[in-house]
């Protein structure tokens, strides 16, 4: 098919991200890979991450690991959260590390490892410190620890827990993260005290490791900083040396040229403020671009900013021109670069009031993605 709407992935951006997250952190490097890759495609993305050095990759579901060996990679890969029982044999046929944290888990993961006659198997403590998402409660550390090490066929190859506010630059935010750093640091003595060596030791999502020295440990987990992108409008990207990797691209499909007062789209919303061009682009809510750019958000057509004119519909939207002539097949850019001029996704993000992760994981699988470099 050659529609012009398509998603295009700089996996140069991807490898320079890895890298320098990485040299910032002094730490190797977990590339979160999860929701297909953030929407830029897993496979390609954990391909660049590796080349890049990074020693870990992590994914939220099995079906996420399953695709990415399916796939010829054999990279240690770290599953986030455990999953429901019924996915343990496809689990261990897949080489998956488990994140665990309930004994029941705990339990019927030593048993279906038994029941394969398999080696022990290497998994990662989780500690709640005060997500409050998964993860033991400190009444539980004990009993979760005890659990891991008591059962011939598991060893604790990792411990970790995850940040809540690391990206929360108020006086409060910072001290929840130096809170939950020294509740991991609890955890940690704990199972130093039980006899637990684990080899892997990891707290710091993106935010945390640009914001959080001590958050570092030996091992850093990176999600949306390898992408390019920012964790928060207080954290951003690019000053932290990060580039983003995206590029949403289609092309003019039509133009008219209307008079001045002309109502345009659904709802009539707008209305042309003189008489000039108004451009439709093949792209639409279908394809992710969120409704609520609606009479907000710009486009690039000719290296010049030109604003979305009315409603985003399902499979178009419009541009208005004014007096330039677009010509039919013209490139425009919604995310990215175009000449001088960029449009990031952050500001997609502020004008559909959320953040950036909501953004790019909602970039359907209607767009073609497109690996470059
Ligand atoms: C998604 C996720 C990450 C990555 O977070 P970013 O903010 O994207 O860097 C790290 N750890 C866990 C447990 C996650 O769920």
């Known amino acids: 098919m050659s529609r012009p709407t398509r998603l295009e992935i700089d996996l140069d951006a991807v490898r320079h991200n890895v890298a320098h997250l990485g040299a910032v952190a002094g730490a190797p490097v977990c590339a979160v890979v999860k929701a297909d890759g953030y929407g830029h495609g897993a496979v390609a993305v954990a391909r660049a991450a590796l080349d890049a050095g990074a020693v870990w ?5 099995v079906e996420e690991g399953v695709a990415l060996r399916e796939a010829g990679i054999d990279a240690p890969l770290l599953l986030l ?12 046929e897949a080489g998956l590390t488990p994140v665990v944290y309930r004994p029941g888990f705990i339990a019927a993961l030593a048993a279906e490892v038994r029941s394969r006659a398999r080696g022990p198997l290497g998994v990662h403590v989780k500690a709640d410190t005060g997500m409050g998402r998964v993860g033991a409660r400190p009444a539980q550390w004990e009993q979760v620890l005890r659990a891991v ?23 409060a935010g910072e001290a929840t993260t130096r809170e939950q750093l020294a509740g991991f640091d609890r955890f940690l003595a704990l199972a130093t005290q039980l006899g637990i060596r684990p080899r892997w030791v990891h707290a710091a999502n993106t935010a945390g490791l640009l914001r959080f020295p001590d958050a570092r440990r030996g091992l850093v987990r ?28 289609s092309a003019v499909s039509y133009a008219k040229h209307l008079p001045a007062g002309t109502p345009v789209s659904y709802g009539h919303r707008w209305r042309t403020p003189a ?11 279908a394809d992710g671009v969120p409704r609520a750019l609606t009479n907000r958000g710009q486009a690039l057509l000719g290296g010049v900013r030109r604003p979305i004119a009315g409603t985003v519909t399902m499979d178009q939207l419009l541009l208005w021109c004014g007096d330039d002539e677009p010509r039919i097949g013209a490139p425009v850019v919604l995310l990215g670069t175009q000449g001088d001029e960029q449009l990031p996704v952050e ?24 690996h470059l470099g």
């Open 149 to 171: 090490a008591d059962a011939p066929e598991l060893v604790v190859d990792g411990l970790l827990t995850h940040l809540a506010c690391a990206d929360d630059p108020t006086a």
């Open 57 to 61: 990759l992590a994914v939220a579901l």
């Open 347 to 370: 500001e997609w993000a502020a004008h559909a009031d959320t953040i950036t992760y909501e953004i790019v994981t909602q970039l359907t699988a209607r767009l073609p993605r497109h």
């Open 222 to 249: 990176p999600g949306i900083g390898i992408y390019g992108l920012s964790p928060d409008v207080e954290v951003v990207a690019a000053d932290h040396g990060l580039r983003p990797a995206l590029r949403l691209v």
């Open 81 to 92: 959260s455990e999953p429901a029982d019924a996915d343990l044999p496809a689990l261990l």
């Open 275 to 285: 008489d000039g061009w108004v451009a439709t682009v093949p792209v639409g809510y």
